[in-house]
Every structure is written in C-alpha cells, then in structure tokens.
C-alpha cells in the first residue's frame, strides 16, 4: 500500500515538474479583447441576429483551452465594442498597451480580438504605430460566441500559434482568421456573412495556419512598425 502511495506521489511529482519545465519554455502571450462577432452572444445558436461585444475575455479565452498547451496566456479587457463603433481613443489606448507590453522583455506576442467591420483599418494603424519587431496578430470571428459553429474559437487557437512562432517576429502586424495569415498592409473583409470574408487580394497570403501548425510563404515589403515614420524615437523614414 505504501509502495503503490509512494509510487503515485513520485509520478505525480514528475508530471507537474514537467509542466513547470514546459511553461518555462513555452512563449508568453498576451491577448487583448477589443469585443466584435467574436464576442457576440444572441439568444438562440441558429439566429442571424446576434449583439457584438457582449462576452469577456474569459468566456473567450475558456471556449479554447488548448490555447494553454502552446503558450502561457493572459487576457486582458481593453473594450468591448461591435467594431463599427471603434472610436480613436480605443486605438489610442489598444496602441499603447500593446507598445507597453511588447516592451517588456518576458512578453513575446500579442493576440487581439476585434470585429470584422474595421478590422481592417485598425490593424492598418497598429501597423504604423507599433515600434516592435515581435509578432501583434489580430483576429475575429463571423459567427458570435453562441453559435451552432462559432469560428471564433480555432481563429483563436490559430492566432496564438501564430503569435507564439518566432518566424512571425518582423512581418508587421498580421490577420489570422479562416486558417490563413494575411498582412496588416494587403488584408481585407469582403463579404457581410460569409466566413471566407478574409482576403488579401493586392499582395497575396503571408502564409496559411493549419490547426497551429504555420506555413510561411512571404513577408510584407513596404515599411511596418519599427520601419514606419510613426513608430517612435530613433526610427529612420
Ligand atoms: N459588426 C461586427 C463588428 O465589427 C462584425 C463582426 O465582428 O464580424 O464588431
């Protein structure tokens, strides 16, 4: 009996030894929630009407727990707004947490959640105003939080891989959504309802996300973040 006790402590020591060793060397993100699809809730799971920006970073961060055996998370509320509503100030303020974290050296990615709507302009000006090389990877979702098959989930878990991948680090801010990666610069919504509303028409893909696992195929070459006339002191124009 004391054997078999001893034995299971001894395994149960190992496993958690283990996990320490794996958070120690897994990279540390940070998610910031701005609202969008991606946090809507509506009353049913098959109704086209729903309302943006009514769930918490929790919730979301909760409905893709694989999210952890990738990376160390942490979630943070900077808004929770439908994207159409998106106001200077929010970028204001999303633009200088992301500066603030990014600066400091135990953080080495950012995931932001956004609507659709102007998901598009917003990762256009975080694009100019970052001054960092590590990977900002925004992401959305079509379908709220409540639906039969919300997308939001594995847009999550697809933005983090990408966040958490060192090959992502000078590509400018990235839009991970539908298993693709598109540049801040090329990427736009073209469609209202559709989930394959995400493309980058002008310049092309900067690679594919498949369940985590990341393919490269370009990097973006007009100036972006630390390159950009905006990003801050000391940057050449
Ligand atoms: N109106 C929503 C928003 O931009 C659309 C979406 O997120 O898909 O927040």
């Given amino acids: 009996m004391i054997s078999k006790l001893l034995t299971s402590t001894v395994a149960l020591l190992a496993v958690s030894a283990a996990l320490q ?12 929630a701005t609202g969008g699809t991606i946090a809507g809730s509506a009353e049913s799971q ?23 055996d990738i990376a160390n998370i942490t979630g943070e509320q900077v808004s929770n707004v439908g994207s159409q509503d998106m106001t200077d100030a929010i970028w204001l303020k999303l633009a200088e947490r992301v ?11 950012i995931v932001i959640t956004h ?4 998901l598009e302009e917003t990762s256009y000006f975080l694009n100019l105003v970052i001054n960092s090389k590590k990977p900002v990877v925004m992401t959305a979702a079509m379908r709220p939080s409540t639906a039969l098959s919300p997308d939001g989930p594995l847009n999550i878990y697809n933005a983090v891989a990408v ?5 992502a680090q000078g590509r400018g801010v ?10 801040a610069r090329s990427f736009t919504k073209t469609n209202t ?17 498949l369940k985590g696992q990341n393919r490269w195929f370009r990097s973006p070459v007009h100036r972006h973040t630390t390159a950009s006339a905006n990003a801050g002191e000391g940057v050449e124009n």
């Fill in 21 to 32: 060793v794996n958070a120690a060397t897994m990279p540390n993100i940070v998610i910031l």
């Fill in 46 to 68: 098959t109704q086209a009407g729903y309302t943006s920006g009514q769930v918490g970073i929790d919730i979301l961060m909760d409905a893709v727990p694989q999210i952890k």
């Fill in 99 to 109: 500066n603030q974290l990014l600066a400091k050296p135990d953080v080495d990615g």
């Fill in 115 to 118: 609507g659709t709507d102007t």
């Fill in 163 to 167: 966040a958490a991948d060192k090959n």
């Fill in 174 to 183: 990235l839009v991970v959504a539908n298993d693709d990666i598109h540049g």
């Fill in 193 to 209: 309802n559709d989930v394959q509303t995400y493309k980058s028409i002008e310049y092309s893909l900067i690679g594919v996300n």
